[in-house]
T-cell receptor, first 113, second 114 residues
């Protein structure tokens, strides 16, 4: 399978704990996105990477959130001191310079209890 | 202002009939793309169809077609011959080509009845 891969698929954590999610984009896709989706809503943009450079961050991305893409391949999204409001689906997507559409992974569903 | 507006939270359609899902958008850019994605209960976002702002013909992909009315800033998705497997959430999205991020609407939940 050469699609976008996200790990884990599900994460349950206690409030205040740190969590980290991983995204492996489609091979050779240099552009990578993180989105957050709450129940009944459309995905909301969090951040965008072109290769290893983080070029855009949403105001939704508070200082508790950090994303990296150290070698321009996989990316991680870390949430520190999780809050119940962080409960959501976290979606990763990638695209190449030649593609107009983005390809999404299956998401990581985070539940903060 | 919302970049993408989907005014139908839910829709029902009889199997084998056609259905139109509405989408309007807001941009002052001349160069942009419009997209439709399907999200089944499993959660993944599946790309369906793309329309560029400069494309003169409406896009079609199998049973999917995009009714693009540029002056009205609408990009409705038409699904012909609905199937039970079409039951899912459908999201309209836009990307302005001077920028990189995609804007999504709030979605329409489609239920196909047997």
């Amino acid at each position: 399978d050469t699609g976008v891969s996200q790990d884990p698929r599900h994460k349950i954590t206690k409030r205040g704990q740190n969590v980290t999610f991983r995204c492996d984009p489609i091979s050779e896709h240099n552009r990578l996105y993180w989105y957050r989706q709450t129940l009944g809503q459309g995905p909301e943009f969090l951040t965008y990477f072109q290769n290893e450079a983080q070029l855009e961050k949403s105001r939704l991305l508070s200082d508790r959130f950090s994303a990296e893409r150290p070698k321009g391949s996989f990316s991680t999204l870390e949430i520190q001191r999780t809050e119940q409001g962080d409960s959501a689906m976290y979606l990763c997507a990638s695209r190449s310079d030649r593609s107009t559409e983005a390809f999404f992974g299956q998401g990581t569903r985070l539940t903060v209890v | 202002a919302q970049k993408i507006t989907q005014t139908q939270p839910g829709m029902f359609v009889q199997e084998k009939e056609a259905v139109t899902l509405d989408c309007t958008y807001d941009t002052s850019d001349q160069s942009y793309g419009l997209f439709w994605y399907k999200q089944p209960s499993s959660g993944e976002m599946i790309f369906l169809i793309y329309q560029g702002s400069y494309d003169e013909q409406n896009a079609t992909e199998g049973r999917y077609s995009l009714n693009f009315q540029k002056a009205r800033k609408s990009a409705n998705l038409v699904i012909s011959a609905s199937q039970l497997g079409d039951s899912a959430m459908y999201f309209c999205a836009m990307r302005e080509f001077d920028f990189n991020k995609f804007y999504f609407g709030s979605g329409t939940k489609l239920n196909v009845k047997p």
